[in-house]
């Protein structure tokens, strides 16, 4: 199977311009990656140690 133009338009859309991956740091030793569409977001969460 072979995508054309426009698949190939729609894939970059998706996957490269309309998502985002974002790492952070919790602190020196561990962080944590988001990836998800681009707008507003709440990220929730629980730290064990």
Not at 11 to 21: A, C, F, K, V
Not at 37 to 45: I, K, N, Q, R, S
Request: charged share 25%; net charge positive.
């Amino acid at each position: 199977m072979r995508l054309r133009a426009a698949g190939c338009r729609v894939l970059d859309l998706l996957e490269n311009q309309w998502m985002t991956d974002k790492t952070r740091s919790l602190s020196h030793s561990s962080h944590f990656t988001v990836r998800r569409f681009h707008g507003d977001c709440e990220v929730h969460m629980h730290y064990r140690v």
